[in-house]
């Protein structure tokens, strides 16, 4: 007789009482999907958030164990600012905060917003709070990143052409890179710390209209409306990253929705573009950030 197979669910996570994990971006979208299931679960969540207000907010309708600290991965100040107000260590740091602008602008420190917030921000988090993680890293990237072509001359796209979704995608390819480099990085230090990446599919809650042209516009129109339709819920969107916590999967792992294309289904383990798996661009990639931050992974 065949063994029944059954969905992944929150339930996998069992009880996370005593851990303690910082979640980025936690007020919408992804993040509250995975601090509610992180909170339901017994875990304290440390949500790390730009809008203090809006997360304390959140964290009353959670009504689990949760704290809101101000943090601003555009800017490296604020990055630096929330590493000295965290209290003590953490065992996981989920980096699921993300941008998507519908103009090109420039963080504080002069970087590419989009390049800024989705990764120089989340790579200096990391470094800087590295030596309090004790078990996990998760970097909440995106299939979007098979779209991307690498621009290791021009990481801030200052003279390629810049549009909304060209952005986000090169970002999120940056990103894979930068979670392949982690993941050799803290193997050849035979660290007690995982890393993986998620895709949390095609989430509707996720997709920010922009405004590049008239055309542009249209499209996001279009693209949030079937989303909306066919696209995961915040609480799907989630299942990915609660999948790295709850699955005994190999270090260095890409886990996404299972279902043809990726926009949904239960999540697996991936596969990922060859671009995203040349390790030579990778420590470049890596070789780049730790330029700009300034900072770099104690291993």
């Not at 993040?31 to 304290?44: F, I, M, P």
Request: hydrophobic share 40%; glycine share 10%; proline share 4%.
């Amino acid at each position: 007789m065949l063994a029944r197979v059954t969905q992944w669910s929150p339930a996998r996570l069992g009880n996370l009482s005593g851990k303690r994990i910082i979640v980025t971006g936690a007020t919408n979208g992804v993040g509250l999907g995975t601090t509610r299931a992180l909170a339901h679960a017994g875990a304290h969540v440390i949500m790390a958030v730009r809008n203090t207000a809006l997360g304390e907010q959140r964290a009353a309708e959670i009504a689990g164990s949760t704290e809101v600290i101000e943090l601003n991965l555009a800017d490296l100040a604020s990055v630096r600012g929330f590493t000295d107000r965290l209290d003590g260590d953490v065992d996981i740091l989920i980096n699921n905060a993300g941008a998507l602008t519908d103009k090109r602008h420039e963080t504080v420190d002069g970087f590419e917003t989009t390049l800024g917030t989705n990764v120089l921000g989340p790579f200096a988090l990391t470094n800087l709070l590295f030596a309090r993680v004790r078990s996990q890293i998760i970097n909440v990237s995106s299939d979007g990143h098979r779209q991307a072509t690498l621009r290791l001359d021009d990481m801030h796209l200052r003279h390629s052409k810049w549009t909304s979704m060209g952005a986000y995608t090169h970002s999120k390819l940056v990103m894979m890179l930068w979670g392949l480099e982690l993941d050799r990085r803290l193997r050849a230090a035979d660290s007690g710390v995982v890393t993986q990446l998620v895709h949390p599919g095609w989430v509707a809650s996720n997709l920010t209209q922009t405004s590049d042209s008239p055309l542009m516009s249209l499209a996001h129109k279009v693209a949030k409306g079937v989303a909306d339709r066919f696209g995961n819920d915040i609480d799907q969107g989630a299942a990915p990253t609660l999948y790295c916590i709850s699955e005994p999967i190999p270090p260095g792992s890409y886990v996404g929705a299972s279902a043809r294309l990726g926009l949904r289904g239960e999540p697996a383990l991936i596969g990922r573009s060859p671009g995203a798996c040349d390790y030579d661009a990778a420590a470049r990639v890596v070789q780049f950030a730790e330029k700009e931050t300034g900072t770099t992974i104690p291993v």
